[in-house]
């Protein structure tokens, strides 16, 4: 197994919060907070628990988010990333897209002393989105 295999995957997540608020005096903007959890599937074929939090800037159907998140193998060994990109509404839907980059920052067990980034790319539909990732370890 490659450490460039952890750099590389598919995940599934579920919203289980969410907060939106309008930025009072500036119409059209709002900041949106989002608690998950899901799985990524990496490219060698291993399934992680996956959660994480983040914010989203909104101004009239486009903004930017960033966020953490932790990967956690049934072995005990976690991997820490951090996000940040630019997320689009889907006109006449409650779908959004984007893309962005991403680094791990800290990992133990397996993934102990790990360096990663690359890019991601994910879509949202209601309380579910997938995401992509891709990258180098």
Not at 120 to 135: P, V
């Amino acid at each position: 197994m490659s450490k460039d295999d952890f750099a590389n995957g598919k995940g599934f997540a579920n919203i289980v919060r969410l907060e939106s608020a309008p930025v009072e005096g500036a119409p059209g903007r709002s900041i949106e907070t989002q608690l998950w959890t899901g799985q990524m599937l990496f490219r060698n074929a291993e399934t992680w628990s996956i959660s994480g939090v983040d914010v989203t800037e909104m101004h009239n159907g486009k903004g930017t988010v960033r966020g953490n998140q932790v990967a956690t193998h049934r072995d005990g060994s976690t991997m820490a990333s951090s996000y940040s990109g630019k997320v689009k509404a889907v006109e006449n839907s409650n779908r959004f897209v984007g893309k962005g980059e991403w680094r791990t920052t800290s990992g133990t067990g397996r993934a102990a002393g790990i360096k990663a980034s690359g890019s991601f790319t994910f879509e949202q539909t209601g309380d579910k989105f997938t995401n992509e990732i891709s990258g180098k370890a």
